[in-house]
């Protein structure tokens, strides 16, 4: 899935991710201002096609973001 530039400030957006005890947490991060969406778990390292990856693109691209 792509994934747009923030919708803030129009900057490049990546995929950033933290090991948990039981999986992933997956969000979606601009590198610019630092917009965010909310966290997702992921049972799997995330990437774009993986179940928490495509929940945080979607989350995203719909501006639902929150700041940081």
Known sequence: MKINNCPAC???AAIRYTK???????WIQCK????KT???DDKQEP????TGGKFAI???NAAKYTTT
């Open 38 to 40: 909310r966290e997702f």
């Open 47 to 50: 990437t774009e096609n993986s």
């Open 32 to 35: 610019s201002c630092g917009f």
């Open 10 to 12: 129009n900057g490049p």
């Open 58 to 60: 979607i989350a995203w």
């Open 20 to 26: 948990g005890l039981q999986g992933f947490h997956v």
